[in-house]
């Protein structure tokens, strides 16, 4: 089932989440910094022709961008100098949302049709589970890795669906679930080594975050239609959306760090 039809159908869910989480508080939740900038100016420096596929999210790794599929397709690896896909990883589970590094050498992966977690090693192009998270009747989309924590999305279907940031470490435990409000159908997160960042399929903005004060800071307008996929090389973003190119982007005037 796509995110667009169910957009149409909403059920009454709860989200209960993990027999191996820890204690967390419900009641954290973002919220706009008094100074919020939004319309941050950019500058798309290069777009990459990508396949007609289903982009989710999008990874930096390795001087190498990968770029995720739903609907069961597969992960392409990208050289982001010439544009061509170097190689090809077969999915893990039904519609994989996003890959970040794990701080143990192996990768996480949200499935928004398995509504699993996965924590899993990659040998010669393909995947073995090593542990996993299961989201009960919730949906995880973005994904990042911030220092030695892991971030993701997920979404919680209801009459009015519910958003939220999951922190976890590097066993799957939830040390803390923080609400996203007023950001509509956050995607995708990236990780620029100072803030984190989500962006909305719904409005095409993207969103910078203070994670330790939980205050939005500032916005951009993607140059991606349906816009999901987001990462940080170290210089620049890349961006992509649910049909569209890849595009290479600088937020001008900008204090980001130069981590990747």
């Not at 419900?26 to 910094?33: G, M, T, V």
């Not at 999915?91 to 949302?97: I, K, Q």
């Not at 090389?233 to 600088?250: R, S």
Request: proline share 4%.
């Amino acid at each position: 089932m796509t995110r667009r039809f169910m957009k149409m159908f909403l059920v009454v869910f709860f989200c209960g989440v993990l027999p191996n989480s820890a204690a967390f508080s419900e009641d954290a939740a973002l919220s706009y910094s008094e100074n919020y900038a939004p319309r941050m100016p950019i500058k798309v420096q290069k777009k990459i022709a990508l396949p007609k596929g289903y982009h989710e999210g999008i990874l930096s790794h390795k001087g190498r961008i990968w770029v995720n599929n739903g609907k069961g397709q597969n992960t392409w690896v990208i050289n982001p100098e010439t544009g061509e896909v170097e190689s090809v990883i077969a999915s893990l589970g039904r519609f994989t949302e996003a890959i970040a590094p794990a701080p143990d050498g192996n990768f996480w992966i949200t499935d928004w049709d398995d509504k699993r977690i996965y924590r899993a090693k990659l040998e010669k192009g393909e995947w073995e589970i090593v542990s996993q998270i299961p989201i009960k009747d919730a949906r995880p989309t973005g994904l990042a890795r911030v220092a030695g924590a892991m971030y993701a999305i997920i979404w919680e279907r209801g009459l009015g669906t519910k958003y939220y940031l999951l922190k976890f470490d590097k066993e799957g435990n939830i040390s803390e679930r923080i609400r996203i409000k007023r950001i509509h159908e956050p995607s995708q997160l990236a990780w620029d080594g100072n803030a984190l960042w989500i962006t909305s399929w719904y409005s095409g903005i993207v969103y910078k975050i203070n994670i330790d004060s939980r205050k939005v800071e500032g916005s951009f307008k993607s140059p991606a239609v349906e816009t999901t996929g987001i990462a940080w090389d170290g210089k620049c973003f890349w961006i992509t959306g649910t049909n569209a190119d890849l595009y290479k982007v600088e937020i001008l005037n900008s204090d980001i760090s130069a981590e990747e």
